[in-house]
């Protein structure tokens, strides 16, 4: 084939030229509806060897392309960029706005029905202005779906920095040249694979991998500054890295690190819990109820556990607040078990040992799903009780589902979840109440929000028509301690004094019992319950 600028000679499905540098896919141009339309309805035999783009399931399914014409719009309505390698040391770096209009990127522009012109927003930026690189003009992150390179596809941005020479964005990329080298065992492949998506040796999807990108900006005046040497460049390379320059930003690209597993052989939990009326109410029924069940499997000396730990408090007075704190303990502990618990051992029952796994991993992605769930089951519950009854039943409630090294934590009211860690004592939810809103509108201090005459009106319970569920996800470390507690704790013992305690006191229970007898030693305004879980590794 030519090159569509300077005419040189290249191999077959060149991406860019290997003379002027110039990238072999076409511009988009603004084009009419009805030529878009045709387009799409016109089918061309002509198949590029690495095109793939996202299917409607979220994944990536390799599809023809069309061969460029005039009035093509590429299938990412991106220009390609064109790459300078610091292994070539050509400085060939060309000015990318000399290449593609920043508009460009940006929009693509279309004649309306109405006449006019009207502009649909590229994937990912949602018609909001971005940044730009005072270096470049151009955009500061990229748009996702642009590539970079000439192989690697911008597919999310991860972390981004203000357009300075110092700071750096990371993006999600997949590399389209990525058979070149397989990422999973390595291999190396010639141009006569350029036609496959899964190596020959592992059979692994060389296409459909993540990579990370980060992206600086080169100082004015100091590109070498900013280059790494040809000794470290020829290291990375080796790594299956690769640094390049474009334009005036430098790139490095690398697999993304596999993050070493926090517990070596699964977590293991121990778990207490104490519950008490309180100083104040002797001979009142406790309204508030708790529940916990820890179960573990262990396979290849590895433990994978399974809990769910719940502190509810009782609203509507006396024996109705006992019940509607039951009520709500129980329904979410039945909904775990049934939507949780019995999938989970019928797949260990009936499937392959290989697919049971796969179906696991399937099972935590919705165990956030779960637990919101269970609570809107535990709320119907109670909004079903109080039309049976006629009665103005309600609840807090504090919930955590573990599974594996993630708790998933559910919160309606005041009742608390805390993580300690390295003795730091952090609260992890936000109190549905008024007091707390005050003390968000900085209207009153933190301090003030124990003796405060509104301290006990709640904005979000369970037992209404709609209520709405707080969920936290929280990633376990060995060593760390899960608190849920009732306001009858927190409001009696500080945070601090219940970080001591929760230090000094080695098992769940016993620790538990200490948190209820300080409480009560405070003046047990209220019912009092603690749960504690540890994570061991």
């Known amino acids: 084939m030519e090159c569509i600028h300077c005419g040189a000679t290249l191999r077959p499905s060149a991406r860019f030229c290997n003379v002027c540098g110039l990238s072999q896919a076409l511009l988009p141009q603004p084009v009419g509806i009805s030529q878009v339309a045709s387009d799409v309805a016109e089918e061309e035999t002509a198949i590029s060897p690495i095109v793939d783009a996202p299917s409607p399931s979220g994944g990536r399914a390799a599809r023809p392309a069309r061969v460029p014409r005039a009035h093509d719009v590429p299938s990412a309505w991106m220009p390609q960029l064109p790459d300078v390698d610091v292994a070539a040391g050509d400085g060939r770096g060309e000015d990318l706005a000399r290449l593609m209009d920043v508009e460009t990127v940006k929009q693509v522009a279309l004649p309306s029905r109405e006449g006019g012109v009207r502009t649909i927003p590229l994937p990912g930026h949602g018609g909001a202005e971005q940044e730009t690189s005072p270096a470049d003009g151009l955009p500061w992150p990229l748009p996702p779906s642009i590539i970079v390179g000439g192989r690697y596809r911008v597919e999310a941005i991860l972390s981004a920095g203000p357009a300075e020479p110092d700071a750096e964005n990371v993006y999600r990329v997949s590399d389209l040249q990525g058979y070149e080298r397989c990422w999973s065992c390595h291999t190396k492949h010639g141009p006569e694979a350029s036609g496959n998506r899964f190596c ?8 459909d991998h993540d990579y990370r990108m980060r992206e600086r900006l080169i100082p004015a005046g100091a590109p070498e500054a900013a280059v790494p040497s040809e000794v470290a460049a020829a290291a990375a390379s080796a790594a299956g890295e690769r640094f390049f320059i474009q334009g005036q930003r430098m790139y490095h690209v690398a697999q993304r690190a596999e993050e070493a597993p926090r517990f ?46 719940i502190v509810a408090d009782g609203l509507g007075g006396h024996a109705n607040g006992q019940e509607a704190s039951r009520t709500a303990v129980r329904a979410v502990l039945e909904s775990i078990l049934r939507t949780v618990v019995a999938p989970r051992m019928a797949d260990e029952r009936t499937l392959p040992a290989q697919e049971a796994s796969a179906r696991e991993s399937l099972a935590r992605e ?22 049976a009854r006629k009665a103005d039943m309600g609840s807090t409630l504090v919930a955590v589902l573990i599974a594996s090294d993630i708790a998933y934590i559910a919160n309606v009211g005041d009742s608390r979840a ?17 007091v707390e809103q005050l003390i968000a509108s900085e209207v009153i201090s933190p301090a003030e929000r124990y003796d405060h005459p509104q301290r006990n009106q709640i904005l979000r319970s369970l037992g209404e028509r709609e209520t709405e569920v707080d969920i936290f996800a929280e990633h376990l470390c060995p060593g760390m301690r899960l608190l849920l507690c009732s306001d009858g704790l927190w409001e009696m013992v500080r945070d601090d004094e219940s970080a001591r305690i929760l230090c000094e006191v080695g098992h769940p229970q016993a620790a538990c019992e200490a948190l209820v007898r300080v409480a009560n030693a405070h003046g047990g305004e209220d019912n009092i319950t603690a749960l504690v879980i540890d994570f061991l590794g």
């Open 264 to 309: 070596s052989l699964g977590a293991h939990l121990v778990a207490g819990m104490a519950t008490d009326r309180g100083q104040s109410r002797p001979h009142e029924p406790n309204e508030d109820s708790q529940g916990l069940f820890v179960l573990a499997r262990t396979t290849d000396t590895r433990t994978e556990p399974l809990a769910l730990g």
């Open 418 to 434: 805390y993580v300690l860690e390295r003795g730091t004592l952090r609260r992890i939810t936000t109190d549905h109440s008024l």
């Open 200 to 207: 020959r040796e592992c059979n692994a999807d060389m296409l």
């Open 366 to 387: 919705a165990l956030e799903r779960a637990l919101r769930m269970a609570v809107i089951e535990a709320n119907a519950a109670l909004c079903e009780l109080n039309e």
